[in-house]
């Protein structure tokens, strides 16, 4: 399968893909960090949910609204996007997080006693997660939580970018995960967002990023796999149907 994109990709896609981590990080990250206390884990999750919606609404047919590098590895691996094109979203999703976590934190120390050290809305296991959630399940965690998200991408598109309302499917997924994965890591499923904020928070945030940048690359390794036993591609289900 060849990409979407030719070789020479233009600047508004990556434009796209920074801006939309960025806010992503800003607007999720930040309910967490700014209001989590008073709304909650469901609250953060339809955050991320609502934004993710609206970015994939504005920057879907443009860049696919990625805004993951998970999903983009996805996209790579099932033969969609070629190396020189992952490799140049990653760098504008990683930029666009550490810009996000940049203004979140300017915004965080304007608020009278908010604590940011070793905290600041960044994933953590054992002593860091809210359940005492061990090193093994975290990892199993984030990447089945990945896993979901990524096959949501992959089954309800058919190569980069996001139309019509593939992206409502893709919105939705990421505010599942987040139900169930604030509570137990705060719901990385994507190395960008766990970056951005770990770098301010610094300490064990720093210590255990690892595996919130390993384990959803894995969760979208599987995805893909299981995309491909699961679900033919198109020209295998029209021969099937005559």
């Given amino acids: 399968m060849t990409s979407e994109r030719p070789a020479g990709i233009d600047l508004p896609p990556l434009a796209a893909e920074a801006i939309g981590t960025l806010v992503l990080v800003f607007f999720g990250v930040g309910s967490a960090v ?30 696919g609204a990625h805004v993951n590098p998970a999903v983009t590895l996805g996209t790579l691996l099932a033969g969609r996007m070629d190396p020189r094109t992952a490799g140049l979203y990653w760098a504008a999703q990683f930029a666009g997080a550490v810009v996000g976590a940049a203004l979140l934190f300017l915004v965080a120390h304007q608020v009278p006693g ?12 054992d002593d860091r997660s809210a359940v005492g959630l061990s090193i093994g399940g975290s990892f199993v965690t984030e990447a089945m ?8 991408f992959l089954s ?20 599942a995960v987040s139900l ?23 300490g064990d945030a720093l210590a ?12 979208a390794a599987l995805a893909v796999l299981v995309h491909h036993v699961v679900l033919a591609p198109p020209e295998v289900s029209r021969e099937r149907d005559r």
């Avoid at 908010?114 to 296991?125: I, V």
């Fill in 180 to 202: 169930i994965g604030v509570p137990l890591t705060g719901a990385s499923v994507n190395p960008a967002r766990s970056l951005g904020p770990a770098l301010f928070a610094g």
């Fill in 208 to 219: 255990q990023l690892w595996l919130f940048i390993l384990a959803p690359l894995v969760g």
């Fill in 156 to 175: 309800v598109t058919r190569g980069i970018t996001l139309r019509g309302l593939d992206g409502v499917p893709f919105g939705l997924a990421l505010g």
């Fill in 34 to 63: 700014l209001a989590g206390e008073y709304i909650g884990t469901l609250g953060i999750a339809l955050c991320f949910a609502f934004t993710l919606l609206a970015l994939a609404h504005v920057f879907g047919p443009l860049s």
């Fill in 114 to 125: 908010l604590e940011t050290n070793d905290a600041f809305g960044t994933n953590g296991y």
């Fill in 145 to 152: 939580l990945t896993f979901l998200l990524v096959f949501v």
